[in-house]
C-alpha cells in the first residue's frame, strides 16, 4: 500500500469517528424539511393504526390514500447508513396521526400555504399534523410516509419534530405533449410523482407545431385535423381529469398553448392563420415544422379569444401560460401580407411581437387569469409588458427581467432542461460523419462534444441541484420575485416509454431547491454531500411506487459508504 | 447474385425498391426486389410447411401468430421530399392470395455457433406457395423475421405483402451483438428475455453477458456458494437454471449467449468471498481526486491477485463451472482496464518485482497469460475473447497473447481497428466514440464539483482564437457543463445517425478487413437497469443491426442513413408495439412528414469516405 493511500484512510476513519457521536438514527427525507429534529425512537406501528383527519374531502382522502401506501410499501431502505449511527431506543406504539388544519376552505392556487407540522413522539402514542390548510396537511403527510421503515420485519416510524414550509411557491415540471403524445395514464403518473415531491405544478405544453392533441368542445377541428391520431386527443373529459387528479394531491395544472410560433398545427384547421408553414424549417423555425400565427389577421385573435375562453373554464388555476418562444422574423417577413402590414404601420418584427404579446395579454386578463410567457419577447423582442406578467427563464440572466418588475419562474435550460444531452434529433445530418472516423485534439461534436444536442450535455442531478435559486436575484423596490421553478422536459425525443426516467429522479434534485430552498435555515448552502444519499434511496423508493425513475449509480453505491464520491 | 443487383440498379432509375411499398424489413436485406402486380393477399389458414425441427417449428409458429396479432399499418413510410417530383402512385389490385409457405432446410443439425451459415432466400412470387430456402435453421428464423415485419394490415383485420417480393440475404459479419452489463446494476430474467427477442426480430445473433463485476457478484457458482453473498440481493442472482433457460431462450431465437467474466481487473464482489487474498487493493480509495495513486477507473477498486498462487484455483474452479453452464463456443474472459496502482497494495507483487528488478508490469501481464490462458482453453473449440487492452494498454499489456484470442476493440475508433488486425487479431469493433450506449448522461460518481459552476467560464484563448478563426475547426466553444461532456467520460450520447455512419472497416487493407468478425454495442449499466434498458439499447441497437447485416451504403456505395431513417422509425413503433420501450427518435410528425425533419434537404448530404 503506498504512503499516499495510507494517509487518505486515515483521514478517512479519522472523520468518520468524530461524526459517530453526532449522528441519530434517520430516515431519508426528499426534499428536506425545513426544520427538523429526529429524537431518536422508532415507534413500531399499531396494527389499528389510523390516520384522522378534519372535515376536507381533500385531506380525508389523501388520509386513506397513504395510509395505503404505508403499510404496502413497507420501505426497507436501499442506501445504507453512510456514516454509524447512534442505536434507537424503542419507543410504544403509534396509535394515530392526528391531522389538525385551521382552514378547512381554501382552494388550491398559486401562493397558498402549504406550511404544516409534524411530530411523531419519542413515546409513541398519537402523532400530531398541524397545517393551516389541507395543502400543507398533504404535504405533511407526504413527509409522514418517509419516516417509515422496514427494520427487523416491522414497520417502524422514527420520531421526530419537524417544522416545514416551501421556500417558493411554483415548483413545478413542465411537459410537452405535442412533438410526443402521451397517455393520459403517464401524466396522472407524473401527479403522482410530484406529489411525491412535494412539487406543485403541472406546466402542461399542450400544443406546439408538430401536432394539437387539445380537443375543445368551441373548436374541435383543430385537434381533428392537428393531432397525431384520432386516438391522441385529451379531450374535455381527459383534461378535467387530469384537473381533478392534480387537485386532489394538491398539484397545480396549468395549460399553456404556445403562441404565436410553435403552431404550423393549427394550420392543418385554420390554414388562413398561420404562415411559412410550407417553408424551409432551416431559416424560419428553431426546429421542424415551420409555422406560426398571423399576428395581423384579426380572425387570429377570434381564434385565442375563444381557446382562451375554454380553457379558463376547464383549467381553475389563476395562471394562464401563453408561450411566446422563438419567434422567427424571417417567417414573418416571408409572409407578403405581413410584410405589407410592416411596412404600412412603419413596425419592426418585434414590435409586431410586442403587440401580439399585450393583445394576448388583454385576452387572458379578461378571463381573470394571470398571464405566464416564455422570456423571449422581453429579452429578444425588447417588449415592455405590464408588470404582472409572470415570466419563465430559459437563457437569460434573472436579474435583467427582475429589474422590470417581472417575477419570474427559474428554467434555466443550463440546468432544468432535462431533455438536453439525447444527441440531434433531426435527419440526414451530416455532422455525425467525420473523414477519418477518429478524435482530434480538442473537444469536437462527436468527442467529447454536443453530439448535436443544442443544450447538451445532460443535466445530472448534481447539476441541477448545484443551481443557486438566489444568484444574481435583487431586491430593490419595484423588482420582481422569484415564485419558483421548473425543470422541462421537451418531448422531441420522450414518449411514454421513457418520460419517467428523464424526469425522475433528476426532478427530485429540483423539487429540493424549489422546496428547502438553495440555502438552509442557517443561511449555509445546501451540499451534495447531504442529498446523495437521500437521492440514491428516493430513486428506489419511486420505482416502488410505480415510477420507473432511472439508476443514478451502480447499486454497490448504496452500501458502499463513500466509495462512490469524486473527492471524498 | 452480380446480375440481380443490375437489374435491382435499373429498377431504381424508374421507382426506387425502397420506395415501391410502404414497409421495408429493417436490416434491409443485401437483396429485395419488390414485383408490382398487386399486393399478396395472407390466407387466413396460411399452411407453413417445414421440416421437423423443433426450433424452426417453435418459431413459425411464433411468426403466425405475431404477424395476426400485430397486423402492422406502417408508422413511417419513405417517400421523396417534398421538391422532389410526385411520388409515383402504383396502383395496386390483390392479385393472388397466399396459402402456404415451404420451408427447405438444407441441413437441420448445423449448431448455433459462430460462423454459422445464416442466409436465406424468401420468395413470394405469384402463386399461392411462398418458399424459404436456406442452408440451416438460423438462416430460416431470419427469413421469419423479414415475413415478420413485410406482411402488414390491409385496413380490413386481413394481412397482406405490398408486392410479391424476392429476398436473398445473408449477413456481412458474423458476429452481431448487444452487451448487458449485469454486474453495476441487476438485469431481470423478463429484461434479459425481452432484450433477447429484440435482437432477434433485428436479425443480431449475440447476447455479450458481462455478468459481474467489481459492484456485484450476481452468477450462482455452486463449488463456490459463498460468492453470491456479494450480489445485491438474494434475490439478485442468476441460478445455473436460470442461465439455462436464459441460453434455451436465446438459442430458439438464433441468439448466442457469450458469457464474460471480467478478469482478473474489475474483480472484487464474489472473488473476495473465496479468499480476500485473490483480490488486490479492493479495501482502497479509488482515488481519483489523487490520480497519481488511483486504484481504479472507477468505484470500486478491484483486480485479482496475478502473483499469489491461490488466485488460479479460484479462476479454474470459477471457469470450469461457468464454462459448463454456458453452451456457446466463446467465452469472454474481460481483461480491460487493468490499473498498475491497485497492485501496490499487493505484498505478492510487490515481492515478486524486488525479486528480480527488471522485471515489468508487461512482464506481470504476461505471466497472467501464461498461467490463466491454458485454464480458460478447457475444451478444443473454445475461443476466447478478451478487450484489447492487454494489446494496446500503455501500462500493462501482455507481451505475447496467443493469436487466435479474439480482441474486442473499444479505444480509439478506427485506429485500435487497424493495429489489432494488422497484428492478426480476429477483431470485435466496439468502438466508445460510435457503440457505447450508456454515453452521454453525465457522470454518476458523487460529490462532483465541477457542477457548481453559475456562469459558463471563459474559454482558453488558444481554443477560443481557433474557434474564431475557422468554426468548423475540431474545436468548438465548449467547457464541462456547456456543451462539453457534462461529466460522461464518452460523451456525447450517441445517435443511431452516430452509430450507423460507422464504416467499420475504414483504412483497413483488405486482409486486415477478413479479420473483423463484426461488432457490439455495450450497455454499461452504471446509470441503468430494469426501468431504462428498453430505452437505452432500442431502437439504437437496430441501427448497428442493419449495418452489420447489410452495411450502410446503397448499390452505389453511398451512405444511404437517409433512406434508413423511415425504416428506423417505423422499427421503434413496431418494437414499442411488440413490448419493448424503446425510446422515440423524434417527433411523431416527423413519421407523418418523410424528411421535413430532415438537416439538409439534399439527400446526398451525407456521403462518407469511399471505402
Avoid at chain 1, 381554501?106 to 389541507?134: H, K, M, Q, R
Avoid at chain 1, 401580439?356 to 423582442?381: L, P, Q, S
Avoid at chain 2, 473465496?274 to 481526486?289: E, F, L, Q, T
Avoid at chain 2, 457542477?451 to 471563459?458: E, I, Q, R
Wanted: glycine letters at 6%; one cysteine or more.
Amino acid at each position: 500500500m503506498s504512503a499516499a493511500l495510507l494517509m487518505k484512510f486515515i483521514t478517512v476513519l479519522a472523520a468518520a469517528s468524530l461524526l459517530v457521536a453526532s449522528i441519530d438514527a434517520k430516515t431519508w427525507l426528499l426534499p428536506i424539511p425545513q426544520s427538523l429534529k429526529w429524537t431518536g425512537s422508532e415507534i413500531p406501528l399499531d396494527e389499528n393504526f389510523d390516520i384522522h383527519a378534519p372535515d376536507n374531502a381533500q385531506a380525508q382522502e389523501a388520509a386513506n390514500r397513504y395510509k395505503k401506501l404505508i403499510l404496502k410499501e413497507k420501505w426497507v431502505p436501499y442506501q445504507k447508513n453512510v456514516t454509524e449511527i447512534t442505536p434507537l431506543k424503542k419507543g410504544g406504539v403509534l396509535k394515530s396521526l392526528q391531522i389538525g388544519i385551521k382552514d378547512l376552505n381554501v382552494t388550491l392556487d398559486f401562493g397558498v400555504d402549504e406550511s404544516y407540522n409534524l411530530t411523531i413522539p419519542e413515546t409513541g402514542g398519537d402523532a400530531t399534523l398541524d397545517a393551516n390548510t389541507w395543502i400543507g396537511a398533504l404535504r405533511g403527510l407526504e413527509t409522514f410516509s418517509q419516516l417509515f421503515v422496514k427494520t427487523d420485519g416491522q414497520l417502524v416510524a422514527h420520531s421526530s419534530v419537524i417544522q416545514d414550509w416551501p421556500t417558493y411557491p411554483h415548483r413545478g415540471i413542465m411537459l410537452d405533449t405535442a412533438r410526443n403524445f402521451y397517455e393520459v395514464e403517464s401524466i396522472l403518473r407524473t401527479i403522482d410523482a410530484l406529489a411525491y415531491n412535494k412539487m406543485n405544478v403541472l406546466h402542461w405544453h399542450l400544443t406546439d407545431s408538430q401536432s394539437w392533441p387539445l380537443g375543445l368542445n368551441k373548436h374541435p377541428e383543430l385537434a381533428e385535423k392537428g393531432a397525431y391520431s384520432a386516438e391522441q386527443i385529451y379531450s374535455v373529459k381527459d383534461l378535467k381529469k387530469v384537473v381533478s387528479y392534480g387537485q386532489s394531491r394538491g398539484v397545480r395544472v396549468i395549460p399553456e398553448i404556445d403562441m404565436p410560433a410553435h403552431t404550423a398545427s393549427i394550420a392543418k384547421s385554420h390554414s388562413d392563420l398561420v404562415t411559412c408553414t410550407d417553408t424551409n424549417w432551416l431559416t424560419n423555425a428553431a426546429e421542424p415544422a415551420p409555422g406560426a400565427l398571423d399576428p395581423t389577421n384579426n380572425h387570429t385573435y377570434s381564434l385565442i379569444e375563444d381557446i382562451v375562453e375554454e380553457l379558463s373554464e376547464i383549467f381553475p388555476d389563476s395562471f394562464y401560460h401563453a408561450g411566446g418562444d422563438e419567434v422567427s422574423s424571417h417567417c414573418w417577413k416571408q409572409d407578403k401580407k405581413i410584410s405589407k402590414y410592416l411596412k404600412k404601420h412603419n413596425m419592426t418584427t418585434n414590435e409586431l411581437w410586442s403587440q401580439f404579446e399585450d393583445k394576448v395579454g388583454t385576452i387572458v386578463n379578461n378571463n381573470k387569469k394571470r398571464i405566464m410567457i416564455w422570456e423571449d419577447a422581453i429579452v429578444k423582442a425588447k417588449a415592455d409588458l405590464s408588470k404582472d406578467v409572470a415570466v419563465q427563464i430559459w437563457t437569460t440572466i434573472p436579474e435583467k427581467i427582475i429589474r422590470r418588475g417581472h417575477d419570474i419562474i427559474h428554467s434555466s435550460s443550463d440546468y432544468f432542461y432535462l431533455d438536453c444531452g439525447g444527441g440531434g434529433w433531426v435527419q440526414n445530418d451530416t455532422s455525425y460523419v467525420t473523414s477519418n472516423q477518429s478524435a482530434t485534439a480538442g473537444v469536437s461534436q462527436n468527442y467529447g462534444g454536443a453530439g448535436g444536442s443544442w443544450c447538451a450535455p445532460y443535466k445530472t442531478w448534481q447539476r441541477i441541484y448545484s443551481f443557486d435559486m438566489t444568484y444574481n436575484i435583487t431586491s430593490n423596490p419595484g423588482d420582481g420575485q422569484v415564485l419558483g421553478g421548473e425543470a422541462a422536459l421537451w418531448s422531441e425525443q420522450t414518449d411514454d416509454t421513457d418520460l419517467d426516467a428523464k424526469l425522475w429522479p433528476r426532478g427530485s434534485a429540483a423539487a429540493e431547491i424549489f422546496w428547502s430552498g438553495s440555502y438552509d435555515k442557517e443561511g449555509n448552502r445546501r451540499s451534495l454531500d447531504d442529498m446523495w444519499p437521500r437521492i440514491n434511496d428516493w430513486r428506489y423508493r419511486l420505482v416502488r411506487r410505480g415510477i420507473a425513475a432511472i439508476a443514478l449509480v451502480p447499486q454497490w453505491c448504496l452500501s458502499a459508504g463513500t466509495g462512490c464520491l469524486i473527492t471524498q | 447474385m452480380k446480375a440481380i443487383v443490375a437489374s435491382i440498379a435499373a429498377a431504381i432509375a424508374f421507382i426506387p425498391a425502397s420506395l415501391a411499398v410502404a414497409v421495408n424489413p429493417l436490416p434491409a436485406p443485401r437483396e429485395i426486389s419488390w414485383g408490382h402486380s398487386g399486393s399478396v393477399k395472407i390466407d387466413r389458414d396460411l399452411e407453413f410447411i417445414a421440416p421437423a425441427n423443433t426450433i424452426l417449428t417453435n418459431a413459425i409458429k411464433r411468426t403466425n401468430k405475431m404477424i395476426w396479432k400485430e397486423q402492422w399499418v406502417p408508422q413511417a413510410v419513405e417517400k421523396k421530399p417534398v421538391d422532389y417530383p410526385p411520388f409515383p402512385d402504383v396502383k395496386r389490385s390483390e392479385s393472388i392470395t397466399l396459402k402456404k409457405i415451404k420451408f427447405s432446410v438444407s441441413d437441420l443439425h448445423a449448431d448455433l455457433q459462430a460462423g454459422v451459415d445464416e442466409s436465406y432466400t424468401l420468395e413470394i412470387g405469384t402463386g399461392s406457395t411462398g418458399t424459404i430456402k436456406s442452408k440451416t435453421v438460423w438462416g430460416a428464423l431470419h427469413a421469419l423475421a423479414t415475413l415478420e415485419q413485410i406482411v402488414i394490415s390491409d385496413g380490413h383485420k386481413g394481412l397482406i405483402i405490398e408486392e410479391p417480393v424476392t429476398i436473398k440475404d445473408e449477413p456481412l459479419y458474423p458476429h452481431r451483438g448487444v452487451m448487458l452489463d449485469t454486474g453495476r446494476n441487476f438485469l431481470s430474467l423478463k429484461s434479459i428475455y425481452r432484450q433477447i427477442d429484440a435482437l432477434a426480430w433485428s436479425k443480431l445473433n449475440v447476447l455479450h453477458w458481462h455478468i459481474d463485476d467489481a459492484q456485484s457478484w450476481p452468477l450462482e457458482i455452486k463449488a463456490h456458494p459463498k460468492m453470491t453473498k456479494d450480489a445485491y440481493s438474494s434475490k439478485e442472482i442468476y441460478t445455473h437454471t436460470d442461465v439455462k433457460n436464459v441460453i434455451a431462450y436465446a438459442k430458439a431465437r438464433g441468439v448466442r449467449v457469450i458469457p464474460e467474466i471480467d478478469m482478473p481487473g474489475h474483480s472484487a464482489s464474489g472473488w473476495r468471498q473465496i479468499d480476500p487474498k485473490i483480490v488486490a487493493c479492493g479495501n482502497s480509495w479509488w482515488s481519483n481526486d489523487n490520480w497519481p495513486a488511483h486504484t481504479a477507473v472507477e468505484p470500486n477498486p478491484g483486480q485479482l491477485d496475478i502473483i499469489y498462487p491461490k488466485t488460479y484455483d479460484a479462476i479454474k474452479s470459477v471457469y470450469d463451472e461457468a464454462s459448463s453452464i454456458f453452451a456457446d463456443n466463446y467465452f469472454h474472459v474481460g481483461f480491460d482496464e487493468l490499473q498498475v496502482g491497485c497492485y501496490n497494495d499487493s505484498s505478492y507483487i510487490q515481492d515478486w518485482f524486488k525479486a528480480d528488478p527488471s522485471r515489468t508490469y508487461q512482464d506481470l501481464a504476461q505471466y497472467y497469460i501464461d498461467k490463466a490462458v491454458p485454464i480458460f482453453q478447457n475444451k478444443k473449440d473454445r475461443r476466447l475473447i478478451m478487450w484489447e487492452d492487454v494489446v494496446t494498454s500503455a501500462d500493462i499489456p501482455a507481451k505475447n497473447v496467443p493469436k487466435n484470442i479474439i480482441m474486442q476493440t473499444w479505444n480509439n475508433g478506427p485506429n485500435n481497428t487497424k493495429v489489432l488486425t494488422a497484428k492478426g487479431y480476429d477483431v470485435i469493433v466496439s468502438s466508445s466514440d460510435f457503440f457505447y450506449l450508456d454515453c452521454g448522461f453525465g457522470g454518476w460518481v458523487g460529490n462532483d464539483p465541477r457542477y457548481n459552476v453559475d456562469y459558463s467560464p471563459p474559454l482558453d484563448a488558444s481554443i477560443s482564437d481557433a474557434f474564431a478563426a475557422d468554426p468548423t475547426t475540431a474545436y468548438s466553444a465548449v467547457s464541462f457543463n456547456y456543451g462539453g461532456n457534462g461529466g460522461s467520460w464518452c460523451a456525447p450520447y450517441k445517435t443511431w445517425q452516430r452509430i450507423y455512419d460507422y464504416d467499420i472497416t475504414i483504412g483497413l487493407t483488405k486482409a486486415e478487413a477478413k479479420h473483423v468478425l463484426g461488432g457490439e454495442a455495450p450497455l454499461w449499466a452504471e446509470q441503468s437497469d430494469d426501468t431504462t434498458v428498453d430505452s437505452k439499447v432500442w431502437p439504437r441497437a437496430a441501427a448497428l443491426a442493419e449495418l452489420l447485416w447489410s452495411g450502410n451504403r446503397d448499390s452505389k456505395g453511398l451512405k444511404r442513413t437517409t433512406q434508413m431513417t423511415s425504416r428506423i422509425l417505423n422499427y421503434r413503433e413496431r418494437l414499442v408495439g411488440r413490448g419493448v420501450g424503446a425510446s422515440p427518435l423524434m417527433p411523431r410528425y416527423c413519421l407523418n412528414n418523410p424528411h421535413a425533419c430532415d438537416l439538409y434537404l439534399d439527400q446526398t448530404a451525407v456521403t462518407g469516405p469511399a471505402l
